[in-house]
């Protein structure tokens, strides 16, 4: 069974606005992590959120704010203020129980359009 | 952050021969590093867990015979690609884990390195 599903094959946003990538993921450990990565044409991956699966809050990092909905087992991705960097395929990932391996989702086509 | 590097990024060779590509962590140890393989427009796909000092745990359905890794330091892993065929033909990416302090245990990669078999 998918572990992360990610919907939306692509998306695309205009510059300056917000986008929400979609992420929901499968698992019956009660400790995980959750993780966002952007991979750029280049073909590096970029780490840019982390949420705990204890954390009361919702993670963020300047532009990146995570919309985690535990009982939803969802953890959406929201950039706000799209630049024309931030086209790239991202990357939703999820860590069982301190395990060693990280489950990565199919992806998202982000395309931030002028 | 910590800093994983790959290389070489980007080889092409002639079918029947061998690949090896490096990767090295640079400012950490990695008693692990896992080696994925991303096919065009696909997610990453976990190919094998490399452990410093002993034998790599391969995934199902990976041939350790056809990739096989090396993790001989704490700073690097390598895999070799042996007897190349076009249908080995990828993307290949490292990454290593660094644990404790303030990292959330998120996963540092390296470049990647574009195999492409003739």
């Known amino acids: 069974a998918q572990k992360i599903t990610q919907t939306q094959p692509g998306m695309f946003v205009q510059e300056k606005e917000a986008v929400t990538l979609d992420c929901t993921y499968d698992?019956?450990?009660?400790?995980?992590?959750l993780f966002w990565y952007k991979q750029p044409s280049s073909g590096e991956m970029i780490f840019l959120i982390y949420q705990g699966s204890y954390d009361q809050q919702n993670a963020t990092e300047g532009r990146y704010s995570l919309n985690f909905q535990k009982a939803r087992k969802s953890a959406n991705l929201v950039i706000s203020a799209s630049q024309l960097g931030d086209s790239a395929m991202y990357f939703c990932a999820m860590r069982e129980n301190y395990g060693q391996n990280f489950v990565f989702g199919p992806g998202t086509r982000l395309s931030v359009l002028p | 952050g910590a800093v994983v590097s790959q290389h070489p990024s980007r080889v092409i060779c002639k079918s029947g021969t061998s690949v090896k590509i490096e990767c090295r962590s640079l400012d950490f140890q990695a008693t692990t590093m896992f080696w994925y393989r991303q096919f065009p427009k696909k997610s990453l796909m976990l190919m094998a867990t490399?452990?410093?000092?002993?034998?790599?745990?391969?995934e199902q359905g990976v041939e350790k015979d056809k990739f096989l890794i090396n993790h001989a330091s704490l700073t690097l892993s390598t895999l070799t690609v042996t007897s190349a065929h076009p249908e080995d033909s990828s993307f290949y990416i490292c990454?290593?884990?660094?644990?404790?302090?303030?990292?959330?245990?998120?996963?540092?990669f390296g470049e990647g390195s574009r195999l492409t078999v003739l």
């Open positions: 490399s452990n410093e000092g002993s034998k790599a745990t391969y």
């Open positions: 698992t019956s450990d009660p400790s995980y992590g």
């Open positions: 990454s290593a884990r660094v644990y404790g302090g303030a990292n959330t245990g998120e996963l540092f």
